[in-house]
Every structure is written in C-alpha cells, then in structure tokens.
T-cell receptor, first 114, second 114 residues
Framework: DAGVTQSPTHLIKTRGQQVTLRCSPKSGHDTVSWYQQALGQGPQFIFQYYEEEERQRGNFPDRFSGHQFPNYSSELNVNALLLGDSALYLC?????????????FGSGTRLTVV | KQEVTQIPAALSVPEGENLVLNCSFTDSAIYNLQWFRQDPGKGLTSLLLIQSSQREQTSGRLNASLDKSSGRSTLYIAASQPGDSATYLCAVTPRDFGNEKLTFGTGTRLTIIP
C-alpha cells in the first residue's frame, strides 16, 4: 500500500521563477495538506484541499497557490520565488478534512532558491 | 491561538537508557495529538496518535501519554538504541471547525550515544 508520494525530491530554482510541487495521497485518503519546514523549525501549515477546494489556509501570501484533482492528488505552486522560500515542503494526507484519524506525511521536496 | 512547545530542544543519552520527551500545548480543545519522527532532511514518520478521549498509546518500545486538562504529553522511549537518534515532533489537531490545521512544536533532537 503506497503511502504519500511527493515529486520531485529536490529542486533548485532562481529568484523570481515559479515552481510546481506534486503530491499523491495515501490510498483511501481524500484530503491533502501542505506544510513548509525551514531548517531547525517545525512544519508550518500552508493550506489544505478537500473536494478540490481550498478548505483552510495558513498565513502565507497569495504567491502560494494550490490545486486538487479529482483523483485527490494535489499540486503546490509558488510564484515569484524568494530566497526565503528555500525549505522542505511536506505533503500530508488524511482520511477526512478534520484530521480525526491523524495524518500521513510524504518524504518532502527540498526546494533551494538561489 | 494554539501554541505547542517542546523542551528540551536537544537531548543526548547513552544507549540503553530509558528517556522521556515532553510536549505542551496551550489550548486543551483538541481532537488528538500525534508524535512524529524525522530523520535529517527527510519527511515525517508517524509514531503514535492519541485521541483526546485516550490517556496513552503504546507501540513497541514507545509509549505516549496525554493529559489534556494540563496541556501535556510525554513520549517514553524504553531501552534506547542508536537508531532512535532523530528529531521528534509532536503536533495537535485543534477542535475548531474549519481551523483544524495540525499545529507542530519545534521538536526535540535526540542523540543516542553508543
């Protein structure tokens, strides 16, 4: 049973560029959440997608956007990249949108902005 | 606003010792608390999920307790091994409809000395 899969694993981009990260949830899960984790910090919530809609959003600028597809997979898009966007981006999936049964995380995408 | 704290930030213990990691949270209105393990540069691995109605959960050498009224959780690791070296993160799911984003502490970096 495949867990949460994220692609790519590593990415290097230049300031001002745009990037798209991808996530496939664990089988049977319908909700996807995205987190940003800076070095030495706990993950910070970006947003959550359920039924192809953004259900919750953290304190991130509009440069961060997302999408959920009918098969529950999701994309995170970041426009106009800043050096400060360099981080590990984690995707988590859950059985339902309230997290009543916990979350399963992927291995993350390491984004470096130069 | 829910805040999660983990103290100490780092801990080193000799192999074979039993140890306790601490987690505290400010708002007792939670659905559950989850402990995760994170190896350097990697994603999160779920260790234990405790629902708000439960007092503890056990998995192998790990035991997690929850005291919701005092806003505390502990993760007990028995007979520590070098392979237990990692960062341990706790996270709570707030009981706040439409705002159930998983909220993390900053983690405890554990080193087991052979």
């Amino acid at each position: 049973d495949a867990g949460v899969t994220q692609s790519p694993t590593h990415l290097i981009k230049t300031r001002g560029q745009q990037v798209t990260l991808r996530c496939s949830p664990k089988s049977g899960h319908d909700t996807v959440s995205w987190y940003q984790q800076a070095l030495g910090q706990g993950p910070q919530f970006i947003f959550q997608y359920y039924e192809e809609e953004e259900r919750q959003r953290g304190n991130f600028p509009d440069r961060f956007s997302g999408h959920q597809f009918p098969n529950y997979s999701s994309e995170l898009n970041v426009n106009a990249l800043l050096l400060g966007d360099s981080a590990l981006y984690l995707c988590a999936s859950s059985l339902e949108s309230q997290g009543l049964y916990g979350y399963t995380f992927g291995s993350g995408t390491r984004l470096t902005v130069v | 606003k829910q805040e999660v704290t983990q103290i100490p930030a780092a801990l080193s213990v000799p192999e074979g010792e039993n140890l306790v990691l601490n987690c505290s949270f400010t708002d007792s209105a939670i659905y559950n608390l989850q402990w995760f393990r994170q190896d350097p540069g990697k994603g999160l691995t779920s260790l234990l999920l405790i629902q708000s109605s439960q007092r503890e959960q056990t998995s192998g050498r790990l035991n997690a307790s929850l005291d919701k009224s005092s806003g505390r959780s502990t993760l007990y690791i028995a007979a520590s091994q070098p392979g237990d070296s990692a960062t341990y993160l706790c996270a709570v799911t707030p009981r706040d409809f439409g705002n159930e984003k998983l909220t993390f502490g900053t983690g405890t970096r554990l080193t087991i000395i052979p």
